[in-house]
């Protein structure tokens, strides 16, 4: 009996003098969500892309996704474009790292050209769409700072509610409000708002699958961009983790293999 | 100094090696081959384009039997390419075909590739045709030499012609380190009589000279180094071998006319090329030292790329670039002496990728002005239509780019992609 006096009148104590602040819990979460997907190594998909305007037109895009792990920095990426046929064989190098800038790089098929590129246009659209550079590039914990909200019950389930405010230079965001559920510490949907602090774009993230038993993944992620109407729909398949993928097949010399 | 494409190819090349029994190139031809037939499971795919080009001049022509009629190419582009399941080996093939109606110099085929690959984890070995980029800077390219340029649609130097190549890729400690053995060279072709943008007076492939004895069949030689640190890349490369751009003097040929005759020097040529990209800036440079009949020119490009992301707050981004060149030479063979160019590029990321490029290139010691326009838009899923406008303006009587001055043109071109 006393000892679990004892041990309640530490656990009071404790918490009283660490009360977790906002900053921290926001904190906390999303490193226990970054664990929780560590260890994948290398992955490749395939995502189409389904743009829509105002007046509802629809146009396409297909590319191929390979990217690799990287312990102690940011991930390692490689987008090959392959429809529309005109851009086809074009590819994006990318080396993000958590703090200084990314290492990125182009490669034009028709020229045979590798061209290294600036790597702070983070805002600008992705191949047309309503998604930017900066919300499909490797999201590292250093690159945002968090603060807790509250939970709340989403779809039929418990969520925490964070803010993150991006700490890299040129975001198009003031900040972000992100939804993970309490389960798994996937991210269902993301409120963007934009410098100016009004709402710009919200993503939704659907059909979630595990894969190696670990991994959860979006089969297919919509944004809307609330401001002009117009949307755009990543559908994502063929998921393939831990295909041996190595550091050689995302150096600069790997681009001139695509095509 | 215009040339259009070379109806030869580096698979002559080959062919007549199998024939007079070259032992290397053989063994080179007999891993290729045994490559080839080992991706019977392989995957493969082919794709390319369709195109037609229209061209218009503004002006009348100036040199003599030159036409004055509205310029159509229709070109094909196929290209296959078949990758081993374990993807160590690649097979690679690229045709270009194409027919004019001005001049039978418009027509032409052309192999741009036809290369077997093999990758290993610290090296690469690649055999056959090839095409091979070297260099940073966007308004000429003065380190990159391993091709021969396939000028026959543009003068712009960015379309080549394939090149028979034996090319090994080491990966080591000071970066990546690529051996070249070039078989076989192929000649510049250059417009006939009736050809636009051609020199004033025709040049008469029958009386090319090469300084090398082997002639085109030399085996030229070339080397590069290149590492990236970081913010930085620097490439360094050598060349040894005949010159891609030939010198050309007046003559007679046997027909009695007043022509010009191509003669193809060996030169020695140092390279490097550099960037460093900070921010929004990309700085450039390449130079190179080449020595040609016992005397060595400079020649110098570099400058800057400026990227301005979301103009006027919209998705819109505008790029700008300063490139000054310069070359040691009093009266340079190529209109880039003691030149100027300034660039921009307006992208506007929408779905259709239309884009619009601006470029001017000032001479500082004369007042000659080339001005080049492009915009381009995709057109429903598989084709893409751009509008181009050259403008030759001012340009004296003692620059190179003198033999254009009445070529100004517009080209309307439309591609469908498969």
């Known amino acids: 009996m006393k000892n679990v006096l004892l041990a309640v009148f530490l656990m009071v104590t404790s918490s009283a003098l660490h009360a977790e602040t906002a900053e921290e819990k926001g904190l906390s979460i999303s490193q226990e969500a970054q664990r929780r997907d560590n260890g994948w190594a290398d992955l490749k998909a395939t995502m189409v892309m389904v743009l829509r305007n105002s007046r509802g037109e629809e146009s396409s895009r297909r590319v191929e996704i390979r990217s690799l792990e990287v312990a102690g920095d940011g991930d390692k990426s490689l987008t090959i474009f392959s429809y529309p046929a005109d851009i086809k064989g074009t590819a994006f190098l990318s080396h993000t790292h958590p703090t200084r800038p990314d290492e990125q790089w182009l490669y034009l098929p028709a020229l045979k050209r590798i061209k290294r590129i600036s790597s702070s246009n983070k805002s600008g659209p992705f191949m047309g769409s309503e998604f930017a550079y900066e919300d499909l590039a490797s999201q590292e914990i250093e690159k945002y700072s968090y603060r807790y909200l509250r939970n709340v019950t989403y779809q039929g389930q418990d969520h925490f509610i964070i803010e993150r405010y991006p700490e890299y230079k040129r975001s198009g965001y003031k900040r972000q409000v992100v939804w993970l559920d309490v389960e798994h510490y996937r991210v269902t949907k993301i409120e963007f708002f934009d410098r100016k602090d009004s709402l710009l774009k919200v993503l939704t993230c659907h059909g979630y699958t595990q894969y190696l038993g670990r991994y959860w993944r979006a089969n297919e992620m919509r944004m809307e961009n609330k401001q002009t109407g117009k949307s755009t729909v990543l559908q994502w398949s063929d998921y393939t983790f831990q295909s041996g993928l190595s550091d050689r097949d995302f150096d600069r010399n790997a681009l001139k293999r695509i095509r | ?418």
């Open chain 2, 1 to 418: 100094m215009i040339s259009i494409v070379t109806r030869s190819n580096g698979f002559d090349e080959v062919l007549r090696c199998l024939r007079v029994g070259c032992s290397w190139k053989l063994s080179v031809v007999a891993i290729v081959l045994s490559g080839i037939t080992q991706m019977v499971t392989a995957a493969s795919s082919i794709d390319g384009n369709v195109r037609a080009d229209v061209r218009y001049f503004l002006d009348t022509s100036e040199h003599r039997l030159q036409s004055n009629q509205i310029s159509t190419v229709l070109t094909i582009e196929p290209s296959w390419r078949y990758e081993s399941v374990d993807r160590q080996q690649l097979f690679r093939m690229s045709l270009s075909g194409r027919v004019g109606n001005i001049d039978s110099q418009q027509d032409a085929a052309n192999v741009k590739e036809l290369l077997f690959s093999k990758f290993s984890d610290d090296w690469e070995f690649h055999a056959g045709i090839g095409q091979f980029f070297w260099g940073v800077t966007e308004s000429q390219h003065v380190v990159d030499i391993i091709n021969q340029l396939d000028l026959v649609q543009d003068i712009d130097g960015e379309e080549k012609v394939g090149q028979a190549v034996v090319n090994l890729t080491k990966f080591t400690d000071v970066g990546t380190l690529d051996l070249f053995l070039l078989p076989g060279f192929q000649e510049r072709r250059y417009p006939g009589m009736k050809g636009r943008l051609r020199t004033q007076l025709p040049v008469d492939s029958a009386l090319t000279r090469f300084e090398s004895a082997a002639g085109r069949h030399r085996l030229d030689l070339a080397a590069r180094v290149f590492d990236t640190f970081g913010a930085g890349e620097l490439g360094v490369s050598v060349f040894s071998g005949t010159s891609r751009a030939p010198q050309l003097s007046p003559a007679v040929n046997a027909a009695g006319i007043a022509v010009l005759a191509p003669y193809y020097p060996v030169m020695f040529q140092w390279g490097i090329d550099a960037q460093y990209t900070r921010n929004d800036a990309l700085w450039k440079l390449e130079a190179i030292r080449r020595t040609v009949g016992g005397s060595a020119y400079y020649a110098v490009t570099g400058g800057i790329e400026y990227g301005i992301y979301g103009i006027f707050e919209t998705d819109t981004d505008l790029s700008v670039l300063f490139e000054p060149s310069f070359d040691s030479r009093a009266l340079a063979a190529g209109p880039f002496d003691r030149d100027v160019f300034v660039g921009l590029r307006l992208s506007f990321n929408d779905a259709q990728s239309t884009e619009i490029v601006g470029g001017l290139l000032a001479d500082t010691d004369r007042s000659s002005r080339m001005v080049n326009l492009e915009a381009s838009r995709r057109l429903g899923a598989d084709w893409t239509m751009k509008l181009q406008a050259r403008l030759f303006r001012n340009i004296s009587f003692d620059d190179p780019l003198s033999a254009y001055r009445a070529d100004s043109f517009v080209t309307w071109r439309l591609s469908r992609f498969f």
